[in-house]
């Protein structure tokens, strides 16, 4: 089946750097995209998401930008601190009700201070 | 915290056993849905549903079967517990015609 997947299983950073999580997602339908946090024995948190009909968008101290071309998908995070530590999950869905968020494998991010 | 609360939090059972789990959804919220997370990986999606009826499943077997009640919580039970069932079960709630859903804590399943 189709899937979402990442690019690095983990990345280590230095509190204050910039950080940049990939993702390439395989399903030209899904026209939705999220960005997920989970720390550990926590559920996934949303941090910000994105339609197809656009390609950047930002929040607070994060950017997602979606480039259907090549159908990639990154998340940065802007001065990234030690509460970042987590591992990243990017998501994908089709425009179908009942259809379901298709989650990749994760992106394990480290931040030493 | 996302107002989406899960029972129990952990969980052992042997294998042949059964196990419900039990989500109460976010104010509001009529749409909901479970996962299934193994450890390493991403959810998995179960199923999904709305107005008490099942309106998507993911690739799982029979024995994984839900209930939503009209107050919009629900229960994912398991039937013949196998060891590979041991996960994270996470629940996720959401507003139907809103794609943003919002997930709770989850229950560890130990299955021995």
């Known amino acids: 089946g189709e899937s979402v997947g990442l690019h690095l299983p983990t990345l280590s950073v230095q509190e204050g750097d910039n950080s940049i999580i990939n993702c390439a997602y395989s399903n030209s339908a899904s026209d939705y995209f999220i960005w997920y946090k989970q720390e550990s024995g926590k559920g996934p948190q949303f941090i910000i998401d994105i339609r197809s009909n656009m390609d950047k968008r930002q929040g607070q101290r994060v950017t997602v930008l979606l480039n259907k071309t090549v159908k990639h998908l990154s998340l940065q995070i802007a001065a990234t601190q030690p509460g970042d530590s987590a591992v990243y999950f990017c998501?994908?869905?089709?425009?179908?009700?009942?259809?379901?968020?298709?989650f990749g494998k994760g992106t394990t991010l480290s931040v030493s201070s | 915290e996302t107002g989406v609360t899960q029972s129990p939090t952990h969980l052992i059972k042997t294998r042949g056993q059964q196990v419900t789990l039990r989500c109460s959804s976010q104010?509001?919220?009529?749409?909901v849905s479970w996962y299934q997370q193994a450890l390493g990986q991403g959810p998995q999606f179960i199923f999904q549903?709305?107005?008490?009826?099942?309106?998507g499943r993911g690739n799982f077997p029979p024995r994984f079967s839900g209930l939503q009640f009209p107050n919009y919580s629900s229960e994912l039970n398991v039937n013949a517990l196998e060891l590979d069932d041991s996960a994270l079960y996470l629940c996720?709630?959401?507003?139907?015609?809103?794609?943003?859903?919002?997930f709770g804590p989850g229950t560890r399943l130990t299955v021995l």
């Open positions: 998501a994908e869905k089709g425009r179908q009700a009942g259809t379901a968020l298709i």
């Open positions: 104010s509001g919220h009529n749409t």
């Open positions: 996720a709630s959401r507003s139907s015609g809103i794609s943003e859903q919002f």
């Open positions: 549903y709305y107005r008490e009826e099942e309106n």
